[in-house]
């Protein structure tokens, strides 16, 4: 990714966490992405490539997630995407397994994990998904392998392509906080069906989601404080 690009997205990004002031209380304000996650560190969100993700990807859904949240997330190594999950009868890898299986095996000492993934996902009633999440649970996945194209599959530009990977991104872990869809006019939590639909939204929340993943943000926290199980 060309630095400019680059320099886009840090601002972006800066322009939409500052309207979050005043709902983090408490929260870290500049906190620190590990590019690695090491032994006894413990991020909020752990971001996990599944396979091959271009790095830029990686480095735009860690920094855009710990800029509009103010918390701390992790950049795992990559892990190969579990085989076990891959559908052949719809060549696709289904998107619930993959999160059960990130769920009991593949958090690790994060609160939450980002799968992201460039192969195809799905999940047994749809027959895509740009990403999947248990509500209120501990895992979520997302896939861009078809967030490269036009809505008439005509290749975009990589501004835009970026730009779908952290509303996805961003919309997952929204779920993953107990943040149900939104019908709020192109808040990133409302339901997206296709890439049209994906592109109306903008890349932050509503004000009253907004809220409610902040309160939902510390009392995960504080549970986490607390040791209790999440």
Known sequence: MSQNLWQHYKRSFKVNADRKEGCASGM???PT?????????KGVIS???????????????????????????DLRAAIP????????????????AIIKRLDTKLVGN???VLGITSKDICNPILTYVFGEAYMDGR?????????????????IPREL?????????LHEIGHTFNLPHCHTDRCVMRASNNLAELDEKLNYLCSY???????SLGRTLKAARQGKDL
């Open 28 to 30: 870290e304000k500049e």
């Open 33 to 41: 992405t590990s590019r690695t996650q090491e032994a006894g560190t």
């Open 47 to 73: 971001v996990l490539p599944l396979g091959r993700v271009d790095t830029d990807v990686l480095h735009v859904v860690a920094d855009g997630l710990q800029a509009i949240l103010r918390v701390p997330v």
């Open 81 to 96: 995407i579990p085989q076990e999950t891959f559908m052949e009868a719809r060549q696709q890898y289904n998107a619930m």
């Open 110 to 112: 994060s609160l939450k």
């Open 139 to 155: 895992a979520a996945v997302m896939s861009c392998f078809r967030l490269f194209m036009s809505t008439i599959g005509k290749p």
């Open 161 to 169: 392509f970026l730009d779908r990977v952290v509303k996805v991104a």
């Open 209 to 215: 989601c907004e809220v409610f993943l902040m309160e």
